[in-house]
């Protein structure tokens, strides 16, 4: 159960290095335009809050990476336990405010880590 929480953990953080890039260095690319759904004229008059928002992902992945490599397995726990939540209210905040499909890439994925780290214990 702790080899799969810990991969599961890792795909979510990896899933938030992914958005960071996106949102720090792709933005007004139009393969990233396409997914976020957003027109270029958008995308350039709103790149500097992309590339915030991008940063705070990569806190996220940060903590998640934090709290597996950490050397104590129960600080490592409770880090790990911390920044799922964070994920998970960072999804739902964005899945009513901006598009519903965030809960699903966002909020689900931490949320089955956040299960899994839990029983591992």
């Known amino acids: 159960m702790d080899i799969a929480a810990k991969i599961l953990v890792g795909l979510v953080a990896l899933l938030h290095v ?3 890039v996106l949102e ?3 933005w007004t690319q139009e393969s990233t ?3 976020f759904g957003t027109s270029a004229e958008f995308a350039a008059s709103t790149r500097a809050l992309a590339a915030n928002q ?19 397995h129960a600080i490592g726990v409770q880090v790990q336990i911390f920044f799922l939540v964070c994920v998970m209210v960072a999804g739902i905040y964005g899945s009513l405010t901006a ?5 699903f890439v966002q909020t689900v ?4 880590a956040l299960l899994l780290v839990l029983l591992a214990g």
């Not at 940060?62 to 950490?70: D, E, F, R, T, Y």
């Not at 994925?109 to 089955?112: F, H, I």
């Open 24 to 26: 720090m260095f792709l």
């Open 18 to 20: 992914y958005i960071l």
């Open 99 to 103: 598009k519903r499909s965030i809960l």
């Open 109 to 112: 994925p931490a949320a089955l």
């Open 33 to 35: 335009r396409k997914r």
């Open 54 to 72: 991008g940063l705070y992902n990569g806190f996220l992945a940060a903590g998640l990476i934090w709290g597996l490599v950490h050397p104590d």
